[in-house]
T-cell receptor, first 113, second 115 residues
Framework: NAGVMQNPRHLVRRRGQEARLRCSPM?????VYWYRQLPEEGLKFMVY????????ESGMPKERFSAEFPKEGPSILRIQQVVRGDSAAYFC???????????FGPGTRLTVL | AQSVTQPDIHITVSEGASLELRCNYSYGATPYLFWYVQSPGQGLQLLLK??????LVQGIKGFEAEFKRSQSSFNLRKPSVHWSDAAEYFCAVKYSGGGADGLTFGKGTHLIIQP
């Protein structure tokens, strides 16, 4: 049973470009969470999704960031017009249900030049 | 709002010595508490969790943690550390009432093991 998968593992973008980060949850998991880890910081919650629904996006920046979890396929975290401050590690986690243990992926390390 | 404090940014311990990493949370209701470990360049691995019941919980790799409601603490312990325990350790809390399901993390404690 494969764990949470994220790709790419490393992503380099120039300022103003778009970044797309993908997350495939564990088999059978329908709850996905995105977190951002800035250097020397803990993880900060961004958004919580279930299939085709955003449940809680209280941690998402108001502009340029969006997330989706379609009926088919991986969850996508999209960052438009990236800036240097977006450079961070982005982690995805999945769980079987509400309140269940969250299993983390290996992360995508975004570098904005 | 819920918050987690890990007062020690770095801790250095000799191999074979005991370890205690501190974690305090700020939250009114009964929390769900977690300890995760992160090796360099890797994702997070769950060490242990507390939801309810026995306040002393056992985890993987020989770790344990004790929930103390009176002190709002959930300190992580290990009787004898190994060099492979060197990593970043994160304490996290979650709202137990449903709805918002995201974890709130502390800033982490970097564990250094001396030979």
């Amino acid at each position: 049973n494969a764990g949470v998968m994220q790709n790419p593992r490393h992503l380099v973008r120039r300022r103003g470009q778009e970044a797309r980060l993908r997350c495939s949850p564990m088999k059978g998991h329908s709850h996905v969470y995105w977190y951002r880890q800035l250097p020397e910081e803990g993880l900060k919650f961004m958004v919580y999704l279930q299939k085709e629904n955003i449940i809680d996006e209280s941690g998402m920046p108001k502009e340029r960031f969006s997330a989706e979890f379609p009926k088919e396929g991986p969850s996508i975290l999209r960052i438009q017009q990236v800036v240097r401050g977006d450079s961070a590690a982005y982690f995805c986690a999945s769980s079987l249900g509400v309140g269940d243990e969250q299993f983390f992926g290996p992360g995508t390390r975004l570098t904005v030049l | 709002a819920q918050s987690v404090t890990q007062p020690d940014i770095h801790i250095t311990v000799s191999e074979g010595a005991s370890l205690e990493l501190r974690c305090n949370y700020s939250y009114g209701a009964t929390p769900y508490l977690f300890w995760y470990v992160q090796s360099p360049g890797q994702g997070l691995q769950l060490l242990l969790k507390y939801f309810s019941g026995d306040t002393l919980v056992q985890g993987i790799k020989g770790f344990e943690a004790e929930f103390k409601r009176s002190q709002s603490s959930f300190n992580l312990r290990k009787p004898s550390v190994h060099w492979s325990d060197a990593a970043e350790y994160f304490c996290a809390v979650k709202y137990s009432g449903g709805g918002a399901d995201g974890l709130t993390f502390g800033k982490g404690t970097h564990l250094i093991i001396q030979p």
